[in-house]
């Protein structure tokens, strides 16, 4: 893999260590995404390999998790050297796929509220990634995908930069109610260290994409996504990593999440990049078919 002719700059890490994200940068051409994720929707109804024993009712669904486990192209995506490179710029060369997920937004569908994530035991109530003691960073870095345009009117992503550092909300605090946000599942407000506080719209901005670019950011940086008023759905497939030091899944062995519970015994984390000195994760070589992950290099 030529790490080189995909990696950052310079420049481009310390942007992304100021503002949390870098972004888009091209994936795929959208002639291509289109070809891609219209033999894609055929092939995620038949869920014989599937992770986990759950059809997915909706976006909202654990359901929609990790199909890069038992899906040919979604575990090329998350190997793709357009992205593993500019991952090992900033988090170095020993780097884990942990979790992918859909996001799909249909039409008239409000927007994602606010929120940011860490340990991402809110939902739970178990920590799902526990880093080092004495970390400056958190959570992971997430690469989202669009497969279709993304723009405002159809529900675009926006973030809001430099928050990475600051948690404004309190993951232990868990939610007490479930699916009250249409389109997202949670009620990030209960979760807030401060209730009286709300996020600064004027410091955000809309990130537009073309189908096949891509965006990649700390989970722990505010996101959220504005309302769908088109006619069209948007889709975004969203693919995490962290480095092989972080502890995945360390207090549990089962997946809870939308009121949705399953087993983790088919979960596996994806060594993407050099090599697992740690010991601390399940890895496996080969996906759910018996593909090996390292052909897709």
């Not at 060369?93 to 860490?118: A, C, M, V």
Request: some cysteine.
């Amino acid at each position: 893999m030529n790490h080189i002719e995909h990696s950052l700059s310079e420049e481009e890490i310390n942007s992304f260590n100021l503002n949390g994200f870098f972004g888009p940068f091209k994936v795929y051409d959208p002639e291509e995404i289109a070809a891609e994720w219209k033999k894609l929707r055929i092939e995620l109804h038949d869920r014989d390999f599937a992770p986990y024993d759950i059809e997915p009712s909706s976006g909202l669904s654990i359901g929609n998790y990790d199909r890069h486990l038992d899906v040919s192209f979604l575990s090329r995506h998350i190997m793709r050297p357009q992205i593993v490179s500019k991952l090992r710029s900033v988090l170095g060369p020993d780097i884990l796929n942990w979790r992918t997920e859909f996001f799909p937004k249909y039409p008239n569908e409000k927007g994602t509220p606010w929120h940011q994530n860490s340990t991402f035991e809110a939902a739970s109530g178990k920590v799902q990634l526990q880093w080092p003691e004495g970390s400056k960073e958190n959570g992971a870095i997430t690469v989202w995908c669009a497969f279709t345009d993304s723009t405002i009117d159809n529900g675009c992503l926006k973030l809001m930069p430099r928050t990475q550092y600051t948690r404004f909300y309190n993951e232990k605090k868990g939610f007490t109610r479930e699916k009250v946000v249409p389109g997202f599942g949670y009620d990030f407000k209960e979760i807030r260290y401060d209730s009286n506080w709300e996020p600064d719209e004027k410091k955000a901005f809309p990130l537009v994409m073309k189908a096949g670019e891509c965006v990649a950011f700390w989970s722990t940086l505010l996101h959220g996504s504005h309302p769908n008023i088109s006619r069209n759905m948007r889709l975004g497939f969203a693919s995490r990593y962290v480095p092989t030091k972080v502890q995945i899944y360390p207090e549990t062995k089962i997946l809870a999440e939308f009121g949705e519970t399953t087993s983790l015994k088919k979960w596996s984390a994806v060594l993407v990049s050099g090599t697992d000195k740690f010991g601390h994760n399940k890895i496996k070589e080969r996906n759910l078919k018996g593909e090996l992950f390292s052909s897709f290099k």
